[in-house]
């Protein structure tokens, strides 16, 4: 038993408590959070540095690395500690923390992927205007924008919360701790703030989905009735951002439209977005980018002249 005199200790269970099974996980999990920090900073290091990438494009996929970097940082090591000492705990402090940051990051990369769909939508239907309209006071103005919303939003919905009363139950049924496995442990009536999560996260997650789809379908539908040629091409590329967009929100419109399910199964689909979206976005929005293979091969070359030279 806690109360709210001292700050409580909730306890994680995790994916599995079987202990070989966590043995197991410990190591793909290990081999994907490797690959993760790998992939997004060679993506973060390559958009910096190369000057032929400076461009809007390149611009907001670069941010979507850092973005997804933070948020497999988030919980992914904690996860992985605890597997290999059997011991999952946090502080109240730290679970309000990670909530906290864990909407800011969420709701700016929602807002951000937005952004994204407008650049494409600018490069394929307006090229001729394209410099003119994504300008980089333009580029500035959308990212900062995603953070400014990223904020309020995650702001939102802890000013609702954080001063809910604990003073029994302290296990939450997943690996990190969000809204509705927080809520779930206060000692009091939570209906309310049921609605409220899913008001806020459900509906934004939703509403965000699809507004992509539609925009993506506008975009194809533009294309089409220009040539049948420019279409293929256009699918090709907006295929990889589609699968990427369902991989990402899918998760948080389970999580958040159905905040209790009587399965757990919301804590694997959670495994998506912090340990597979962020491998995938490096993989289909850059490696396959012939322009980005050509960056990086060059900064290697750059990299292996100054090495030889010292």
Request: proline share 5%; net charge positive; aromatic share 14%.
């Amino acid at each position: 038993m806690f109360t709210t005199n001292y700050s409580p200790e909730f306890i994680f269970l995790g994916l599995t408590s079987y202990r070989p099974m966590q043995h197991l996980l410990l190591g793909f999990s290990t081999v994907f959070y490797v690959v993760i920090v790998l992939g997004n900073i060679l993506v973060v290091f390559t958009v910096v540095f190369d000057p032929h990438l400076h461009s809007p494009m390149y611009f907001f996929l670069g941010n979507l690395s850092f973005i997804d970097l933070c948020l497999s940082t988030l919980t992914v090591p904690k996860m992985i500690c605890d597997m290999y000492s059997g011991h999952s705990t946090i502080s109240f402090k730290g679970c309000v923390i990670q909530i906290f940051v864990l909407h800011v990051l969420g709701g700016s990369e929602m807002v951000l992927l937005i952004a994204m769909a407008l650049d494409r939508y600018v490069a394929i239907c307006k090229p001729l205007h394209y410099l003119t309209i994504m300008s980089p006071r333009m580029c500035i103005l959308l990212l900062s924008g995603a953070w400014v919303i990223g904020l309020i939003h995650s702001v939102a919905q802890l000013a609702f919360v954080v001063h809910l009363p604990f003073c029994g139950p302290n296990e939450i049924d997943s690996f990190y701790c969000d809204l509705p496995w927080f809520i779930k442990l206060a000692c009091t009536d939570t209906n309310r703030m049921e609605l409220i999560v899913t008001a806020n996260s459900g509906f934004i997650s939703t509403g965000t989905f699809f507004l992509l789809i539609i925009s993506y379908i506008f975009i194809l539908f533009t294309v089409w009735k220009r040539s049948l040629a420019d279409l293929s091409k256009a699918l090709s590329t907006l295929s990889a951002h589609i699968s990427v967009v369902v991989l990402f929100f899918g998760p948080c419109i389970f999580v958040y439209i159905w905040p209790f399910p009587t399965v757990p199964v919301d804590k694997f689909l959670a495994i998506l977005d912090f340990m597979i979206t962020p491998i995938l976005n490096p993989a289909i929005y850059t490696l396959r980018n012939k322009d980005m293979k050509v960056a990086m091969r060059r900064l290697s070359n750059q990299f292996l002249i100054q090495r030889k030279m010292f």
